[in-house]
């Protein structure tokens, strides 16, 4: 079982930036992939960014590509979100996921690695706002 917990939300001006941390506890294991989503009121839980546990691998939703980086620290029980030039629209809350997809192996489809079904695993979340 993966106990997962995020911090580093708060209140950012548009423009700015943030980042998320996620903290993993429990019986963790270099397999599982790592995936952070949002999901702002009224709304479906979307897609946000993926990264293989070994981080040799990382996917992007395309509304974040060039403005987000997830990336994981030196110890593997980290992943962290680094969210830049923020607008509006990623105002949400936001969850650490984790699975065991096999990203960065085997030769998975986005309709799997963005599914957030297939994360068995998630993080009560931390909300992100963006002020004008």
């Known amino acids: 079982q993966v106990q997962l917990v995020e911090s580093g939300g708060g209140l950012v001006q548009a423009g700015g930036s943030l980042r998320l941390s996620c903290a993993a506890s429990?019986?963790?294991?270099?397999?599982?992939?790592m995936g952070w989503f949002h999901q702002a009121p009224g709304k479906e839980r979307e897609f946000v960014a993926a990264i293989n546990w070994s981080g040799s691998s990382t996917y992007y939703a395309d509304s974040v590509k060039g403005r987000f980086t997830i990336s994981r620290g030196n110890a593997k029980n980290t992943v962290y979100l680094q969210m830049n030039s923020l607008n509006a629209e990623d105002t949400a809350v936001y969850y650490c996921?984790?699975?065991?997809?096999?990203?960065?192996?085997?030769?998975?489809?986005?309709?799997?690695?963005?599914?957030?079904?297939?994360?068995?695993?998630w993080g009560q979340g931390t909300q992100v706002t963006v002020s004008s």
């Open positions: 996921a984790a699975a065991r997809l096999g990203l960065g192996i085997a030769r998975l489809g986005l309709e799997i690695i963005t599914n957030p079904s297939k994360y068995n695993y």
């Open positions: 429990g019986r963790t294991f270099s397999s599982y992939d």
